[in-house]
T-cell receptor, first 111, second 113 residues
């Protein structure tokens, strides 16, 4: 049973608009959450993270929101750019344990 | 500024053949990992090495073996390849054990016929 789920396999957004990628988890012991971005033929690269003691973390155009009661996190990209087109993986962990990744969401930003 | 280097980039095997995937990092990281990526399944951990001289099983270790040759290198071996091992394999490293920020190589596309 997948502990981290990304229920939308793909998302298409117009350039300049907001992209919202969602992720749900089941393990209430997870205390750290991350987003990775992956371009074709490349490995994933770290994008942004959030600790469970926070509910929001911003880095430029990227903001991650954490709703612990709903066991839900989301990544907002504003404004979206064509170069943001990639596969986005959310991941979660608890202290001393391995990262658990979601299945990924393919974002396509149309010019 | 190589980071994590994996070889080969592509490989086709016949069922039952063996091969070793090589991985090296030049960031002086302590921990190294092998993941496989399958459609809709995300990245699943095969084996990891928290530090030089130690290795541990991850989520999907069956059919694989690993060697942490030194601090820089971590190899993954398929002794008798099966079609179920067709996947994209990623090596990663982090500064410390279960350091949150992993640095990934560019992957090996493996097909087992």
């Amino acid at each position: 049973d997948q502990q981290v789920k990304q229920n939308s396999p793909s998302l298409s957004v117009q350039e300049g608009r907001i992209s919202i990628l969602n992720c749900d988890y089941t393990n209430s012991m997870f205390d750290y959450f991350l987003w990775y971005k992956k371009y074709p033929a490349e490995g994933p690269t770290f994008l942004i993270s959030i600790s469970s003691i926070k509910d929001k973390n911003e880095d430029g155009r990227f903001t991650v929101f954490l709703n612990k009661s709903a066991k839900h996190l989301s990544l907002h990209i504003v404004p979206s750019q064509p170069g943001d087109s990639a596969v986005y993986f959310c991941a979660a962990k608890n202290a001393g344990n391995m990262l658990t990744f979601g299945g990924g969401t393919r974002l396509m930003v149309k010019p | 500024n190589a980071g994590v280097t994996q070889t080969p980039k592509f490989q086709v095997l016949k069922t039952g053949q063996s091969m070793t995937l090589q991985c090296a990092q030049d960031m002086n990281h302590n921990s190294m990992y092998w993941y496989r990526q399958d459609p809709g399944m995300g990245l699943r951990l095969i084996y990891y090495s928290a530090s030089e001289g130690t290795t541990d099983k991850g989520e999907v270790p069956n059919g694989y073996n690993v060697s942490r040759l030194n601090k820089r290198e971590f190899s993954l071996r398929l002794e008798s390849a099966a079609p179920s091992q067709t996947s994209v394999y990623f090596c990663a490293s982090s500064e410390r054990g279960w350091g949150e920020k992993l640095f990934f190589g560019s992957g090996t596309q493996l097909s087992v016929l």
